[in-house]
C-alpha cells in the first residue's frame, strides 16, 4: 500500500503529465507544423516587430537596445512596453526562429496555469483531488485563452502568474516563512515583465484583498485578543516582498517611469470616462456560462465595439465552485475553509462588480480611492483574477465532497438551489429555446433600433451551450453527491474533470489561428525594395488608404527593419506629437515641411502620384520615391529661434524652405547658434549609436532628422556637446570650421539605475533563499 506523501506524488504527477498532455494537443497543429505560427491580431499589428528588433541587436552582440528607430522615427525602446523583454520564457527567443518561439510560450503558459492553479489549492492545504480540480478549471478557462486571437502573450502570461502569486502570498502569511515572500517578490517582478499593466495591477489588487483578510480574520488569538507582535511578521514580510519586487522589476519599471515626463497620450486617455472604457458590459455577464448569447467574433452582436475573446469559465468549474459556495453555508466545511470560501465568494463578486465599470458604484469607489486606476483602462480585465479565484472555489467544492466522505456532512440542497438555479433556468432555457432566449435578450437587454442582431447560426451554438451547461452542473452535482455518500470512488471525478476540459476547449479553439509564417511574415516586393534601396535615416510613409486594398499593418514595416514615419504605440515621444499635430501622425505627415525633416524618402500608396513611377508594386501597393529637401543632416542657411515649443512648431509648419531655414528653441540650449556650411555623412548607424563625418566649411548648426530626447548626448570629437531642439522635434549640434566625429550616444540613467537594483535585490534574495533552506525545517514545505 502506498504511503500518504506517494499518494499525493503520485497525483501531482499524474496530473501534470496530463496538463501537459492537454496542452500539446490544444496546440498540436501548431506544435507538429514547424512552418506554422499561432496568428494573433495585435501580435502582428504591433508587437512582433519589437521583439525581432530585440533579438536582432541581443545577437547582434550590442546587448539590450535603449532605442528604436522604426517606430515613429525612433522612441525610447524599454520604457515604451515593447513585449515581454525580461521575462523568463523570451529566452526561447534565441534558440528557436522567433514566430515558433511566441508559440511555444502560449503552450508553456497554458500548462503552467494548470500547475500553478495546482499549487495555488495546495497553498491553501486543500487535498491533492481538490488541488487538481483547481488547476483543471483555471487552465483553459475562456478569458485567458481566448487572448490567444490577439495574440496577448504579455496578458496571457500576467494572468498564469496570479495563481501562483497568491499561493505564495498565502503560505508566506500562515507559515511567516521568509522563502515564500522571496517567491513572492520573483513573481510580482516577472507579472511586471509581461509586461501587461493592467492584469498586474488588478492582480495586486487581489493580493492585497487577501493579505487584509489575513489580517482581518487569520490573526490567532490569544486570550480572547490578537497580540501586536502577530502582526509583526506578515506586514514585515508582505511589505518587504513588494518592496524588493519593485527592485527586481527596475530594468523594465523605471525606463517606464523615466518615460512618463516626456511622452503624451490622446486627449480622450484621461478621466473617468476613459478609465471605465472596455469595461465588461452588464449584459455579458451570460458570458460567464453562455459563451454564445451574445456571441463573439464575427458573431457577437454587444455593445463592446468589438469582441476578441470570451469570459466563458466552463460548466463544470462554475458548478464546483457553486458547490463550494453552498458549502461555506453548512457544515460540509470545516470553519476555517467555510471562512475562506466566504472571503473567496465575497472577493468574486468585488471583482465582478468592478468589471462592469460605470455600471455599479465599485468601480467609481476604486477610482476615487486607489492609485494609478485613472490611468487604466479595461476594467474588464478584474475578470482575470476573479476566474482564478472561481477556479479555487471549485476546488472547495471538491473539498466538500471529500469532506462529506470523511465526516458523512453534504452540502445543503437550499443554498445550492438558490445560488445555481438561475444560471440553471438560463441554461434550460438556452437548450429548449434559444431563438426566443436570443430574442428576451436583444428585446429585454439593448434599446429599440440596436443595430447589431444575433447571427442566423447563433439558435444551434446556444442549444449546445444550454445542454453543455446542463450536463456540466448535473454530472459535477451528482458525482459529488454519489462520492460523499460513498456510492462511487473518488475516481469519478476523472471523467468530470475531462468533460469539463472538452466544455472549455470547444469554445477556446475558435480562438486558435495556425497560419503559415511564410504568408503571415515574408517579405514581399515593396519591403524587399526598400531593404534594398533605403539607407540609414531614410523613412517611409504608408498611410492608410482605406478600400479594399489595405496598406500595411502598422509595424509591418519595422518587422523588416525599415524606419517608418508612423507606427503603432500607445503614447508618442512629446516633441514628435508636437511635431505632427497629435497622437496620430498621419494629418501632420501630409505637410511637406514634416515630410522633409523626418527625412521621408518614400511613400506606400494606392495608385498613382502625378505620373511618378512606381519604384515596386505588391498587392495593389505601390513604392514611390520622394524627392530629398532637406536631407539627413545638413547645415542650415538661416537659423530662426522660436520662443517655446509652440512657437517652434508654427514656425515649423510653415516653413516654405526647410532645406534652407531650421528653427530652434531658445531653451534648450545657450545662447543661441550660427548658420553654417558644410556637408554630413553617416560613417555608423546603430539604435544607441550614430556616428556622422561632418565637414564644417563654415561653423554653425547642423540640422540631424533623429528625433529629440533627453537621453541622447552629442559628443564632438571627444568633447560631450550640447544638442538643440530644433524643428520641433530634432536635434542640432554647433560644429566648429573644419572636419570633426560626431557622435550621438543614447545613455538610459533609469535603466542602469534598474539593472543595478535589480541584481542586488536578486542577490540578497538568492542569500535569503539559501539561508531559509538551511534553517527551515521540511514540514513547513506544501506536500505535492
Not at 502506498?2 to 496538463?19: D, H, P, Q
Not at 480540480?133 to 481566448?146: D, E, H, I, K, R
Not at 473539498?399 to 445555481?420: C, D, K, Q, Y
Request: glycine content about 10%.
Amino acid at each position: 500500500m502506498k504511503s500518504l506523501g506517494e499518494g499525493r506524488n503520485f497525483t501531482v504527477w499524474w496530473f501534470l503529465g496530463a496538463a501537459a498532455l492537454v496542452s500539446i494537443l490544444f496546440y498540436r497543429d501548431f506544435i507538429f507544423h514547424p512552418e506554422r505560427l499561432i496568428f494573433g491580431s495585435d501580435m502582428l499589428f504591433e508587437g512582433i516587430s519589437l521583439r525581432r528588433f530585440y533579438v536582432d541587436e541581443i545577437q547582434a552582440g550590442r546587448g539590450v537596445p535603449l532605442w528604436v528607430p522604426n517606430v515613429y522615427a525612433g522612441m525610447p525602446f524599454v520604457g515604451l512596453l515593447p513585449g515581454p523583454i525580461f521575462y523568463p520564457s523570451t529566452i526561447l527567443y534565441f534558440l528557436m526562429p522567433l514566430h515558433r518561439a511566441i508559440g511555444w510560450t502560449f503552450v508553456l503558459h497554458t500548462f503552467l496555469s494548470g500547475a500553478f492553479g495546482y499549487f495555488l489549492a495546495r497553498s491553501f492545504r486543500l487535498r491533492p483531488p481538490s488541488a487538481v480540480v483547481c488547476g483543471a478549471s483555471f487552465m483553459l478557462t475562456g478569458y485567458m485563452t481566448s487572448h490567444l486571437f490577439g495574440g496577448h502573450d504579455g496578458r496571457m502570461f500576467a494572468m498564469a502568474l496570479i495563481p501562483l502569486a497568491l499561493g505564495l502570498l498565502n503560505r508566506g502569511l500562515e507559515t511567516g516563512e521568509s522563502r515564500w515572500f522571496c517567491g513572492l517578490a520573483l513573481t510580482i517582478a516577472a507579472q511586471v515583465f509581461t509586461p501587461h499593466t493592467q492584469v498586474m495591477y488588478f492582480s495586486s489588487l487581489a493580493l492585497v484583498l487577501l493579505f487584509l483578510f489575513h489580517l482581518l480574520f487569520r490573526i490567532p488569538r490569544v486570550e480572547g485578543k490578537r497580540e501586536l507582535r502577530s502582526y509583526v511578521r506578515p506586514v514585515t514580510g508582505f511589505s518587504l516582498a513588494v518592496l524588493a519586487s519593485i527592485a527586481l522589476a527596475g530594468p523594465q519599471l523605471f525606463p517606464v517611469l523615466g518615460l512618463l515626463p516626456n511622452v503624451t497620450r490622446a486627449a480622450a486617455e484621461t478621466g473617468y470616462e476613459f478609465a471605465a472604457s472596455w469595461a465588461l458590459p452588464p449584459q455579458e455577464l451570460t458570458a460567464l456560462f453562455l459563451p454564445d448569447l451574445v456571441g463573439s467574433l464575427g458573431a457577437y452582436w454587444g455593445q463592446n465595439p468589438l469582441k476578441l475573446h470570451t469570459e466563458y469559465v466552463g460548466s463544470v468549474p462554475l458548478a464546483f465552485a457553486i458547490l463550494g459556495v453552498a458549502a461555506g453555508f453548512g457544515g460540509a466545511l470545516p470553519r476555517e475553509q467555510r471562512r475562506t470560501v466566504g472571503f473567496l465568494a465575497v472577493a468574486s463578486l468585488l471583482g465582478i462588480l468592478f468589471a462592469l465599470g460605470a455600471a455599479t458604484p465599485v468601480h467609481r469607489i476604486a477610482y476615487t480611492l486607489l492609485p494609478l486606476i485613472g490611468s487604466l483602462r479595461a476594467p474588464a480585465m478584474m475578470l482575470g483574477p476573479v476566474t482564478v479565484l472561481v477556479a479555487l472555489l471549485a476546488a472547495y467544492g471538491w473539498e466538500a465532497t471529500l469532506s462529506g466522505r470523511n465526516a458523512n456532512t453534504r452540502v445543503s440542497w437550499v443554498p445550492l438551489a438558490l445560488i445555481g438555479g438561475p444560471v440553471v433556468l438560463l441554461g434550460t432555457w438556452a437548450a429548449l429555446d434559444p431563438d426566443g432566449l436570443a430574442n428576451f435578450a436583444l428585446l429585454s437587454w439593448y434599446p429599440d433600433g440596436w443595430p447589431r442582431r444575433p447571427d442566423a447560426a447563433l439558435a444551434p451554438r446556444l442549444r449546445t451551450n444550454g445542454f453543455l451547461l446542463m450536463g456540466g452542473f448535473a454530472l459535477a452535482w451528482g458525482v459529488s453527491r454519489a462520492v460523499s455518500s460513498r456510492r462511487v470512488a473518488p475516481w469519478a471525478l476523472v471523467p468530470v474533470l475531462a468533460f469539463g476540459i472538452l466544455d472549455l476547449w470547444r469554445v477556446d479553439v475558435r480562438y486558435l489561428d495556425v497560419q503559415d509564417a511564410a504568408v503571415a511574415l515574408a517579405p514581399d516586393p515593396v519591403v524587399s525594395a526598400l531593404q534594398e534601396r533605403a539607407r540609414p535615416g531614410e523613412r517611409v510613409w504608408a498611410p492608410d488608404f482605406g478600400g479594399p486594398i489595405r496598406n500595411y499593418r502598422p509595424n509591418e514595416l519595422a518587422y523588416h527593419g525599415i524606419s517608418s514615419a508612423t507606427g503603432r504605440q500607445k503614447f508618442l515621444l512629446a516633441p514628435y506629437a508636437t511635431l505632427v499635430g497629435g497622437i496620430r501622425p498621419d494629418q501632420g505627415l501630409r505637410r511637406d515641411p514634416v515630410r522633409a525633416f523626418l527625412n521621408v524618402r518614400y511613400l506606400i500608396a494606392a495608385g498613382g502620384q502625378n505620373g511618378v513611377e512606381s519604384l515596386a508594386e505588391a498587392s495593389g501597393r505601390h513604392l514611390y520615391p520622394i524627392p530629398s529637401l532637406a536631407g539627413y543632416a545638413f547645415f542650415p542657411a538661416e537659423i530662426e529661434v522660436a520662443a517655446d515649443a509652440s512657437e517652434a512648431a508654427a514656425r515649423t509648419w510653415s516653413n516654405p524652405e526647410p532645406e534652407r531655414v531650421s528653427v530652434v528653441e531658445s531653451r534648450t540650449g545657450p545662447g543661441s547658434p550660427e548658420a553654417g556650411q558644410g556637408t554630413a555623412a553617416v560613417v555608423r548607424y546603430e539604435p544607441d549609436l550614430i556616428e556622422l563625418d561632418v565637414v564644417a566649411e563654415r561653423a554653425g548648426l547642423l540640422a540631424v532628422s533623429e528625433i529629440h530626447d533627453p537621453g541622447w548626448r552629442a559628443v564632438v570629437d571627444g568633447e560631450e556637446t550640447a544638442i538643440w531642439r530644433t524643428n520641433t522635434a530634432f536635434r542640432g549640434v554647433e560644429i566648429p570650421e573644419g572636419r570633426h566625429q560626431l557622435i550621438f550616444e543614447y545613455r538610459s540613467l533609469s535603466f542602469r539605475l534598474g539593472v543595478g537594483m535589480s541584481l542586488v535585490a536578486l542577490v540578497l534574495i538568492g542569500v535569503v533563499m539559501l539561508k531559509t533552506r538551511r534553517t527551515q525545517p521540511v514540514a513547513g514545505s506544501v506536500d505535492a
